[in-house]
Nanobody
């Protein structure tokens, strides 16, 4: 059974930092691109960051967020700094197999940034 379990969300003031973690089980972690998406109320889910191609980011988070992975721990992280109220959303972990049309989603973790 595949599980992606996010943690680390919460309430933070603008300018603060949070680190999200996503622990994967039931997959061969190393053969998956890992990514973080977010969905704010009334908006579509959008890609925030991915480990594809060494790391790529949405323009809105470049220079503030950093994605990293630890293959030994089957975990991907999202370090978020200089948070803004517009970063408020549910953040979802995504695993997409490098070859083949297979992907999995976590249940999401809420990030709320107060002004």
């Amino acid at each position: 059974q595949v599980q992606l379990v996010e943690s680390g969300g919460g309430l933070v003031q603008a300018g603060g930092s949070l680190r999200l973690s996503c622990a994967a089980s039931g997959i061969s972690f190393a053969i998956y691109h890992m990514g973080w998406y977010r969905q704010a109320p009334g908006k579509q889910r959008e890609l925030v960051a991915s480990t594809r191609s060494g790391g790529n980011y949405a323009d809105s988070v470049k220079g503030r967020f950093t994605i990293s992975r630890d293959n030994a721990k089957n975990t991907v992280y999202l370090q978020m700094s200089s948070l803004k109220p517009e970063d408020t959303a549910v953040y979802y972990c995504n695993a997409k197999r490098i070859i083949g049309d297979v992907q999995y989603w976590g249940q999401g973790t809420q990030v709320t940034v107060s002004s």
